[in-house]
């Protein structure tokens, strides 16, 4: 995908295939820019106070799958045993130990938190209780506002929704992406079909205050007729909000690596005008069904009981305490990420050492564009927000990006507020690039 900002009021081509690279934008500046020589700048941001006002969440990376998908870039494994499970779980309850004590803390407990993957509920009911007594035995959950729990739904039982439930979780997000028993085969998804329905159907009768179900558009031999269907099928469901991807192709997935070895540029996926119509499509299925679009993924079924406190809080300047390998975080004013390979990480925090591989500590310009884009992905985001929080008046500094995409046809503004249409939040993270500053363009992302 070409990140380079253009120059006329032209509106940009679009892509048409889907080549390799990360697509979603999830933070500013690029992970590419972060370096390990800035690592005793997260340390001594940790050794400070913390902001006056500043939430604090918490991120707990689970790596363990019972597969890898041939589109996954997260960092997972697939062959870990059950002491391995424990060394780890042991590992990330040490690590929260060491930041418990530090100041950045100060007198706050977690706003949220989000147990991430890799698969979550891949442990054992056992081992879960294990990881949450600890947990806010040494970070107390009392003024919790959301815990998001990952899973996969051949995991799922009945009586592990319940240790889930009782854990104290209130968003349940079940990555479903796709209903079609041979479109998950063909993907390397470890569930079938018949999984879905038993796992939400259990998580029903538990009573969980929110399910959200992934989709993506666009996996490999998805046709138009087999997307309809998983559109049709979700809301026959019913799930309290919706997450629809349009699905990319990293550097470091399965699909990725056979195309290196076929020659191939363009990945055997639905091309991007594809995944673009497709998601156009369940959006206005999803709101013909009484849902609402929240973001440029989201449809929820009740805007005023449905929340998603991670991505809200985090887009607006949350601190998060990330724990586990390859997780990122952001403490103070500078985002970090922690050791990408399991040994190492497990053994540095044994060792009473921080696990810490690289960091970055952006200027007030490039949180001013962090926030502003990310905050963009919502639909709309509020002038009179930033200029009370950066000083600065963002239709002023971002005067060029807001003038080119607005004479393309996919933004207004009104008044206080800018506002992304349809058509724009179908491609918003290829808009995002226009935002960018200029050492950060056509950079590799991560």
Known sequence: MSTAPSESSAKPQLETQTTVGNYFVSNYPPFSFWQTDAVPEVIDAMEQPPFNGTPLGLYLHIPFCRKRCHF????????????????YLDATLTELEIY?????????????????GGTPSYLSTKQLRHLTDGMKALLPWDAVEEVTFECEPGTLTDAKLKIIREVGV???????????????????RAHRGGEIDRAYN???EVGFPQINIDLIAGMLDETEDNWKA??????????????????????????????????????????WETKRRWTDYAFAEFEAAGYTIGSAYTAVKDKAKTTFEYRDQLWAGAD????????????????????????????????GELPIHRALTPNDDERLVREFILQLKLGSVSLNYFEKKFGVNPQQRFAEPLR?????????????????????????????HEFFLPEHRNARYA
Not at 404 to 431: F, H, P, S
């Open 72 to 87: 996954c870039y997260f960092r997972v494994y697939t062959d870990k045993d059950s002491a391995a499970i424990k060394n």
């Open 100 to 116: 418990a004590r530090k100041p950045f803390i100060g007198e706050r407990t977690p706003r949220f938190v989000y147990f991430g």
């Open 170 to 188: 209130t968003r349940l997000s079940l990555g479903v992406e796709n209903f079609d028993d041979h479109i998950l085969e063909i993907n390397g």
């Open 202 to 204: 259990f998580a029903r």
């Open 230 to 271: 998983c559109v049709a099928k979700t809301i026959e469901m019913s799930p309290d909000s919706v997450t629809v991807y349009q699905m990319e192709v990293p550097y470091n997935t399965t699909i990725y690596k056979r195309m290196q070895e076929d020659g191939k540029l363009s990945a055997p996926v639905a091309d």
């Open 320 to 351: 998060l305490l990330s724990l586990g390998v390859a997780s990122f975080g952001h403490i103070g004013g500078v985002h970090y990420q922690n050791h990408h390979d399991f040994d190492p990480y497990v053994e540095r925090v044994n060792a």
């Open 404 to 432: 080119r995409i607005k004479e393309w046809g996919y933004l207004n503004i009104d008044g206080d507020t800018v506002r992304i249409n349809r058509e724009g939040l179908l491609q918003v993270d290829r808009l995002l």
